[in-house]
């Protein structure tokens, strides 16, 4: 186990790596940031200082080596854009990109597993095909439009709800959450949705297939046979053997939408890491761009780890020395 | 529960909104672009002098028009060629409740001197040629320089936000920059400012919380000296997209929001409940053609030669182009047809320039003198991001160029590649914007028009390699003619001279856009401010 452990971090720590030089050479060869930065006003002295103070003039592997030896030290930059360094940009728009997930990620469970068996159940019927039928507008439709139309419909005909920004929010622990207000509920609710739809319908999708398959096996007509409630066998039986693909989707799906919830962001103007991303992006910030990114695998990295050491705890039959 | 949660939030939501329509003096701003900073002197772009004005002031101040009116300084004049003298305001306090005095103008100049965590040394610029300044009395500000800046009026407005002298240590204050002027704790930095611990100035609004992507909430400063603002509290939130800005303007979020898309007028027109302005800025929208070399990467003409060096063809691009349709269909109005480099009325522009007219068969004529009867290849690059309608305004030119026998391709590019790019003089035929800041028509000759010469900064904008000694000798004095009839003689002189030689073809000055809910009204200002201030109920 522990060998193990030692073996994926290894194994991480050159991903990381390897993730570093690709994003940091790819950003390097967008475009020079100097003329987005300094203004034509600049004299030539004063442009060649900033170039000389952000490191842009030296050559592009030294420029790397530099911000390999930083991030060793825990430094992945300063942002040119803002002067402050971009872990600490990253940080403070990290609750708001959280909160907004966790609240995606609780829809997503709430409706789309309850739906999904209602579906799977009824499949033969108009109710279960309509719900089937209509989850495929879920993620087809695109993603910003469908945030579009939800705020045409609940914040400018109906007048519901916002349509952009994070609401009113509390400190709590030193962090500013708007879950704990009625504005910052009111706030989240319609890019929660947003987020949450695509995700709505593949888990509702996901869930209605394995009913299906399950309702025909062999263990579910023993268990009707024997006179089991039909209520025990939906939890007790085909619930918990469908389960396992479903919540390794919705795992995967919550570190997605952390990393990527960028177009929702955009669309409601959610001050999140998304957003800084793009704004980072089209403002050539490199190093926020970079440490995005490598904030980003890391997570990835970790849930990975997290996931394999947990199907060896679900399942015994999961040899670690051996999976690779 | 899954349920009945968003039908309680809604209802909740109807609740809170009348409740929010009660506390009235609040006000909120959609903005465009985030500012990078709440550090006076970090960035030298309008976001965030915009946001700085409201909390720090300048010795001298700018009207909606762009004239000078008295701020921190009642009084200015120049003493001789190199020397001003300001009289300073009295009584005026800082948000803290210190008094402001020359004190504070010295140790601002000296951190504009000496920022080091600032963005491109930006707000250094006029400061740098300063050589002494002396505060004689408390009331009394004298500003020595090495050369003549007969725009030094212009500089202070636009460049110096006084910041409070107390948020560091000295013993006593001199003008030496370089040993740091007597200054003997380290300089604060620009996150001092955005915390907010140190965003300490005489503006009409006090910072409350600054945070980044979020929004910025300022309170009003119940002890300004001049005409204190309607509004008690201030949010403004950045809005990066024009079609959330507008969405979030038409459900109420905002009260006003800056730039609205040029395509969404229309519908802000025919809704009952929100109002707009429009006023002329000073930016004016070209092409700069490459006048300078023989051989330009995307001119290609069949006798191998670069055609934008020949006077003719740039004239004859000049009449092609039907500047008065661009305006009306494709600006909706929302434009000024140049015909000349600085709208008429600004300090050096001509009063009352010739018409350029639209004249595709004298260009045809003037392309076949110049031996293009058969036209060339000419590809025009542009942004299609950075200005109000960049990619359309760019294809209605091409257009034009075809009609005279050009065969042309756009190119548009993402604005992040476009600048990098045109600054390593990558193209041939390339949009450009710029603003007049200094509110006279030295702005766009010094950078764009004059002969290129980093150490003196000139011509560092002039990605065209034009080149016309007439025009610099006349231009180049001007600037440091301190009499301001001869100045502005000398200027008008260069317009005429840059016309008939078509450094830069133009096209039409932006107009800026604010959209607002009925009942209030906002003074639009032509250095595109999005102000607080300037938001009144009707």
């Known amino acids: 186990m522990i060998v193990y452990i030692l073996r994926r971090m290894v194994q991480s720590f050159l991903v990381l790596l390897a993730v570093s030089l690709v994003v940091f050479m790819a950003v390097y060869a967008v475009g020079d940031p100097i003329e987005l930065l300094v203004s034509a006003e600049a004299s030539d002295a004063d442009r060649q200082a900033m170039i000389k103070r952000l490191g842009l003039d030296l050559p592009v592997w030294l420029q790397y080596w530099s911000f390999l030896t930083r991030a060793f030290q825990g430094d992945l930059g300063t942002s040119f854009v803002h002067g402050i360094p971009a872990i600490e940009l990253i940080v403070q728009r990290f609750p708001a990109t959280f909160e907004l997930v966790v609240v995606a990620i609780g829809l997503t469970c709430l409706l789309g597993i309850p739906l999904g068996l209602i579906a799977g159940l009824f499949n033969d019927r108009p109710l279960g095909r309509g719900l089937m039928g209509g989850s495929v507008l879920g993620f087809s439709l695109p993603n910003f439009w469908q945030g579009m139309m939800l705020i045409l419909m609940f914040a400018v005909w109906l007048q519901w709800l916002p349509s952009s920004g994070r609401g009113d929010t509390v400190n709590v622990l030193g962090v500013p959450l708007s879950l704990f207000t009625a504005d910052g509920w009111s706030h989240v609710m319609l890019p929660a949705i947003n987020l949450a739809l695509g995700n709505i319908a593949l888990v509702l999708r996901l869930t209605a297939t394995g009913v299906m398959e399950a309702k025909t096996q062999e263990y579910v007509k023993f268990a009707r046979a024997k006179g089991i409630s039909e209520r025990r066998i939906l939890t007790r039986h085909i619930l918990r053997n469908i389960l396992i693909p479903v919540v390794t989707v919705i795992g995967m799906e919550f570190g997605t939408l952390i990393a990527y919830s960028t177009i929702t962001e955009t669309v409601f103007a959610w001050p999140g890491m998304g957003k800084l991303l793009i704004d980072s992006i089209y403002k050539l910030d490199r190093p926020v761009v970079v440490a995005y990114v490598m904030l980003v695998t890391f997570i990835f990295v970790m849930i990975n780890l997290l996931v394999d050491l947990a199907y060896a705890v679900l399942d015994p039959r999961v040899q670690l020395q051996e999976a690779q | 529960m899954s349920r009945r949660t968003p039908l309680s939030l809604a209802s909740l939501a109807a609740l809170a909104l009348p409740a929010g329509m009660a506390a009235a003096q609040s006000l909120t701003i959609g903005l465009a672009s985030e500012p990078t900073a709440a550090d006076p002197h970090y960035h030298k772009v309008t976001t965030n002098d915009a946001f700085s004005a409201h909390i720090f002031e300048s010795l001298i101040n700018r009207n909606a028009q762009m004239e000078l009116i008295p701020g921190l300084a009642q009084s200015w004049r120049a003493v001789d060629d190199n020397t001003w003298e300001l009289k ?313 160029l075809t009609r005279i026998g050009i065969k042309t391709t756009v190119d548009a590019q993402a604005a992040a590649i476009y600048f990098p790019k045109r600054a390593k003089r990558e193209f041939s035929f390339a949009m450009g914007g710029w603003p007049s800041e200094n509110g006279e028509a030295s702005g766009l000759f010094q950078y764009w028009v004059a002969t290129t010469d980093k150490d003196k900064g000139l011509g560092t904008s002039n990605y065209g390699g034009f080149s016309l000694p007439a025009f610099d000798q006349v231009f180049v004095p001007a600037m440091a003619q301190m009499d301001a009839s001869a100045r502005k003689a000398a200027y008008q002189q260069a317009t005429q001279i840059a016309l008939a030689n078509v450094p830069l073809i133009p096209l039409h000055f932006e107009s800026s856009i604010w959209a607002f809910k009925k009942g209030l009204s906002y003074e639009g200002r032509r250095d595109q401010y999005t102000l607080a201030m300037s938001v009144k109920p009707k």
């Open chain 2, 88 to 400: 300073l305001r009295q009584g005026v306090k800082f948000s803290n409740g210190e008094p402001f005095t020359s004190k504070d103008v010295l140790f601002t100049l000296c951190r504009v001197l000496n920022n080091e965590t600032n963005v491109s040394r930006s707000y250094m610029e006029p400061a740098q040629s300063f050589s002494d300044v002396q505060t004689p009395d408390d009331y009394t500000v004298i500003i020595k320089s090495e050369r003549p800046i007969p725009t030094m009026p212009n500089e202070l407005a636009r460049s110096l936000p006084i910041i409070w002298s107390g948020i560091a240590k000295f013993d006593k204050l001199r003008f030496a920059p370089k040993e740091g002027c007597g200054v003997t704790s380290p300089w604060p930095t620009v996150a001092d400012f955005n915390t907010g611990k140190l965003s300490i100035g005489t503006g009409p609004y006090k910072l409350k919380s600054y945070v980044k992507g979020t929004g910025i909430e300022m309170e009003r400063n119940e002890a300004y000296w001049g005409s204190k603002p309607h509004w008690k509290s201030v949010k403004m939130v950045p809005v990066p997209n024009a079609g959330p800005r507008l969405t979030g303007l038409m459900s109420g979020d905002y009260d006003v929001i800056e730039s609205p898309a040029a395509r969404d007028l229309p519908r802000i027109k025919d809704n009952s409940k929100l109002d707009f302005v429009a006023t002329p800025s000073t930016r004016l929208i070209f092409f700069q053609p490459d006048a300078g070399r023989a051989q330009s990467p995307f001119a290609k003409a069949a006798d191998g030669k670069n055609p934008l060096q020949d006077l003719r063809v740039r004239q004859a691009i000049n009449m092609a182009i039907d500047r008065k349709a661009i305006v009306q269909r494709l600006m909706d109005g929302m434009a000024t047809v140049a015909n000349q480099y600085m709208p008429t009325g600004m300090f050096g522009s001509l009063d009352k320039p010739a018409e350029i007219k639209f004249d595709p068969e004298g260009a045809k004529k003037l392309l076949a003198e110049a031996g293009y009867p058969q036209g060339f290849e000419l590809t025009l690059t542009t942004t299609n991001d950075r200005y109000i309608n960049d990619g359309q305004i760019a294809q209605a030119v091409a257009q034009y």
